[in-house]
């Protein structure tokens, strides 16, 4: 059972994948190119010769797009799956596409929406060589924090469940989420590195492709699993009642 | 495979943990490997030296929203 919805979870992300690298080249890329042009400009006033490529605008653009997304939403499908598996059938009595639909936009808020609000996306040209090693242990600090507050929020969220009933146990679970994610923006330090000169239209479009890619990759992970989920559950099911009716009288 | 018992068709069939553990580890290990090599090899650290595996993937790594550079 796990290994038929694993392969599913797998083949859904590389689906995800695919979709969100046509939205990527359609919105994401140029806003990609534009703030390349930006930093070949800085260099150019600065009187420095380009950086050297090695490897080409059009294979980054291309062939290096493409295994990026579909390697991301291939692992990604597999977590999902995994979660997925535990998931079912332990909150509440959720159906199968219920419960992949809800995963996907819990999995969005913690593991996207959130960081990325503290620790929005950059395009090139954004960022200091030196404090790579700090922002990138900020930025995954403040995902882990996100994703451990959801399973705190919904553990308070269902052990409150009988004394407050399902609406506000879920806003109570909720506001455990909240509070823990407010706590660490406050307590973890701001990153911001983007030049004065830097276009602000031009930042709000880069950030906004890049979350459209996500949603793009999240929604068709927690509808496309869900649908196909359903039948290999049904399958399962089919396997249960089977042996129970074959089992001699 | 299954729960033991047969349960009516409305309700859900939980998948019993020691099935799905030793899936989670091995296949979530992996996933998390090649998220890594997506998300920040060459970036803050490094497994292979030189900068190509970040330069190849370099335009998925900025719109993936990780941090870069």
Known sequence: ?249 | MTTATYAPASEPISIPVREILPWAIFAGLLALLALYFIGAEQGATAIFSGTYIHEFVHDGRHLLGFPCH
């Open chain 1, 1 to 249: 059972m796990v290994r038929s919805l694993l392969i599913r979870g797998m083949l859904v992300g590389v689906l995800a994948g695919l979709l969100t690298f046509a939205f990527a080249r359609v919105f994401g890329e140029p806003q990609i190119d534009l703030a390349i042009g930006f930093e070949d400009h800085v260099h150019h006033m600065a009187g420095e010769a380009a950086e050297p490529e090695l490897v080409s605008r059009q294979v980054q653009s291309t062939f290096g797009l493409l295994t990026g997304v579909l390697v991301y939403g291939c692992a990604l499908g597999g977590i999902f799956s995994l979660v997925f598996t535990y998931a079912y059938g332990r909150i509440g009595k959720l159906s199968p596409r219920g419960t992949a639909a809800l995963l996907a936009i819990a999995g969005f808020v913690a593991v996207i929406l959130v960081p990325q609000i503290k620790y929005p996306a950059n395009p090139p040209s954004i960022g200091n060589p030196e404090t790579i090693g700090e922002r990138t242990a900020l930025y995954f600090a403040m995902t882990v924090i996100s994703l451990i507050a959801m399973v705190a929020a919904y553990n308070a969220g269902r052990g409150l469940l009988s004394r407050l009933g399902g609406w506000n146990a879920a806003l109570a679970g909720a506001a455990v989420y909240v509070l823990v994610v407010a706590v660490a923006m406050v307590v973890l330090p701001p990153v911001n590195e983007v030049p004065a000169e830097f276009s602000a239209v031009l930042l709000w479009n880069f950030r906004i492709a890049s979350i459209g890619m996500q949603i793009v990759m999240w929604a068709t992970l927690g509808l496309g699993f869900g649908a196909l989920s359903v039948a290999a559950l049904a399958k399962q099911r089919q396997g249960a009642a089977s042996r129970q009716s074959h089992r001699p009288v």
